[in-house]
């Protein structure tokens, strides 16, 4: 087995370096809404872009580029990126603005008070415009990365 086969791996490289650049530019939206930097972003849900749709983006096309878009792999990779972006988009979005809605509410009834308690994570899942440049993102780190990796 070889195990630095792990690193000739385009459709896995593309994916991760799709990933990566999505939570990293995250930092830079956010300082120029807010003016100041938080650094928890590079590991935390939701945001622009949604980085959990550029991953399943960039697995996806890669896969598509790798093993041919009429294969079960690709197949496969395309089921799970609809489960996964529909998740995000979603669900998510929609449990993100509950918990949205019930911190206001505690907001309102404890006016004046100090609330000890943690708040709920409010940015939980994706807009559509966050999730589609999460698929332009991935769509094209993943084709550059197979192109530059099979020459």
Same mark, same amino acid.
């Given at each position: 087995m070889d195990l630095l086969g792990v690193l000739r791996n385009?459709?896995?490289i593309g994916a991760l370096i799709a990933w990566s650049l999505a939570q990293?530019?995250?930092?830079?939206i956010e300082y120029v809404r807010s003016r100041r930097w938080n650094w928890s972003?590079?590991?935390?849900?939701?945001?622009?872009?949604?980085?959990?749709t550029t991953l399943v983006t960039a697995i996806a096309h890669g896969t598509g580029?790798?093993?041919g878009f009429d294969?079960? %792999? #690709?197949a496969l990779a395309v089921a799970l990126a609809m489960v996964v972006i529909y998740?995000?988009?979603g669900i998510r979005r929609q449990a993100g603005l509950h918990a949205e809605m019930i911190n206001a509410m505690v907001q309102d009834l404890m006016e004046g008070h100090p609330l000890q308690q943690e708040k709920l994570a409010e940015v939980l899942g994706h807009?559509?415009?966050? %999730? #589609?440049v999460g698929l332009l993102l991935g769509l094209t780190v993943s084709t550059l990365t197979v192109l530059l990796m099979r020459g």
């Open positions: 385009p459709v896995l990293g530019v995250k930092l830079p972003l590079l590991l935390s849900t939701g945001g622009m872009p949604s980085s959990h580029m790798v093993a294969s079960p %792999a #690709f998740d995000a988009t807009s559509p415009a966050e %999730a #589609f």
